[in-house]
């Protein structure tokens, strides 16, 4: 079965930075995208980042353009989410999801096959 699982979270001061990883097992696909989502308490799912795995090619939300960053190692078949000066309304669970083919809706969270559990991101005030 394909596994999703991110690892990274914490709990951070105001200004500080975390990479997020984002690891998929199981299958081996020809090609995919790995996207991160983030869902804050009372808020609804957002799109956050995304990578179309052959190619490595990045694409982002809109208000994280320029704050967070998207990156990949082959090697150890796992992204990354690199996120700096971090503020408190960044507090979320992020979420990493597999989809087993590239896509043009990578905004959009059912397009995704797989999903990780979570790995939680706070802000102290």
């Known amino acids: 079965q394909v596994q999703v699982v991110e690892s990274g979270g914490g709990l951070v001061q105001a200004g500080g930075s975390l990479r997020l990883s984002c690891a998929a097992s199981g299958r081996t696909f020809s090609s995919c995208t790995l996207g991160w989502f983030r869902q804050a308490p009372g808020k609804e799912r957002e799109f956050v980042a995304a990578i179309w795995c052959s190619v490595g090619a990045t694409y982002y939300a809109d208000s994280m353009k320029g704050r967070f960053t998207m990156s990949r190692d082959n090697a150890k078949n796992t992204v990354y989410l690199q996120m700096n000066n971090l503020q408190p309304e960044v507090t979320a669970l992020y979420y990493c999801?597999?989809?087993?083919?590239?896509?043009?809706?990578?905004?959009?969270?059912?397009?995704?096959?797989?999903w990780g559990q979570g790995t939680q991101v706070t802000v102290a005030s």
């Open positions: 999801a597999l989809r087993g083919r590239a896509t043009t809706q990578y905004r959009v969270g059912a397009e995704y096959d797989y």
